[in-house]
């Protein structure tokens, strides 16, 4: 019944429709970019200011992020008001440019496909805001970033390997209702190890 339906033109025509969308979006490499805010803080120092009063230091740290595959050209970040430092890293080419509405814009030339860079800034006053990141064909969407646990290499290759397992226990359970559904017949059980 199962060859039956697949050997159907209907069948064929959504297979090789299906192969092709798959196939077009692992070959068509496209840039992806992203923003996250890593983290944030502030620091009071005792003694450390003018006459030995406190000293309130803010910092900021962004990460910039291509998850895509191909290559990402003119990223620009925009701040509120030009930060009182601020430092990129990896050591990389960019420009600083002032916009006539008072804003400040970091430009970085190009970002390669998983590649990140980040943006570090500290200020003994407020922290600009981030107006916006961008890249020549794209806006990037922000996305929420957390610390996580790492667990052991073998932890993750047994959970990879009941994943793979489930996911076979699924597609044969669909395949024994539709041959269940179509013959009348379930499927001879898998053979034993």
Known sequence: ????????????????????????????AKGRLRWANRHQHSFLLPNAGPNGTQLLINTLEIWVI????????????????????????????????????????????TLAGKEFFSV?????????????????????K???????????MWFNVIGLALLILGMATVIYGLLALVSLLGAGSPLPPPPKP
């Open 142 to 152: 922000p996305f929420m970033m957390l610390p996580t646990r790492q667990f052991p």
């Open 66 to 109: 291509n998850t895509g595959r191909a290559a990402v050209e003119e990223i620009e970040i925009v701040f509120n008001w030009e930060p009182q430092h601020f430092e990129i890293w990896n050591p990389r080419e960019y420009s600083e440019a002032h916009l006539p509405n008072g804003r400040f814009s970091l430009k970085v030339p």
């Open 120 to 140: 570090a800034l500290l200020s003994t006053g407020p922290l600009p805001e981030i107006i916006n990141v961008r890249s020549k064909n794209s806006i990037a």
């Open 1 to 28: 019944m199962l060859l039956k339906i697949l050997s159907s033109p209907f069948a064929q025509t959504a297979i090789i429709t299906i192969v092709t969308i798959v196939l077009t979006q692992f070959a068509l």
